[in-house]
C-alpha cells in the first residue's frame, strides 16, 4: 500500500519560505512521477509543480522561479522549496505519486494522495 505524508506547512509573511516535504512508504521513488497540488476553498485541486522518472520539472506559470520540486530517492521524499510567498499562494498543499508510464504532470489524475499540509501567507 503507497502511503504519502505530508510536513513543513506553516503561517509566514509575504515574502518568507517554507519547505514543504512528503515522505513515501511502500514503493521505490524511481519507479513513480511526483507532483506537488494545492487547492483552496471552494476551488477546485491546482498543480503546482511536478517531477518526472528522469527528473524533469515542470511548474505552474504562477509559481515558476519561486518555487522548486525535487525528490531525494535515497530518503523516499519529494521536497518543494517555496521562496518569495505571496498571500495567494495560500492553500492546502497536497504530494501525489503516479507509476511513471502513466505520468500525469500538472493534472490531478493521481492515485496516490496525502493528506496534505497547511500553508497560510500573510500580507
Known amino acids: 500500500q503507497v502511503q504519502l505524508m505530508e510536513s513543513g506547512g506553516g503561517s509566514v509573511q509575504a515574502g518568507g519560505s517554507l519547505r514543504l516535504s512528503c515522505e513515501a512508504s511502500?514503493?521505490?521513488?524511481?519507479?513513480?512521477?511526483w507532483g506537488w497540488f494545492r487547492q483552496t476553498p471552494g476551488k477546485g485541486r491546482e498543480g503546482v509543480a511536478t517531477?518526472?522518472?528522469?527528473?524533469?520539472?515542470i511548474y505552474a506559470d504562477s509559481v515558476k522561479g519561486r518555487f522548486t520540486i525535487s525528490k531525494d530517492n535515497t530518503k523516499n521524499t519529494l521536497n518543494l522549496q517555496m521562496n518569495n510567498l505571496k498571500p495567494e499562494d495560500t492553500a492546502m498543499y497536497y504530494c501525489?505519486?503516479?507509476?511513471?508510464?502513466?505520468?500525469?504532470?500538472?493534472?490531478?489524475?493521481?492515485?496516490?494522495w496525502g493528506q496534505g499540509t497547511q500553508v497560510t501567507v500573510s500580507s
Open positions: 501525489a505519486a503516479e507509476y511513471w508510464t502513466r505520468c500525469p504532470y500538472l493534472t490531478t489524475n493521481y492515485n496516490f
Open positions: 511502500g514503493y521505490t521513488t524511481n519507479d513513480y512521477c
Open positions: 517531477v518526472d522518472l528522469f527528473g524533469g520539472t
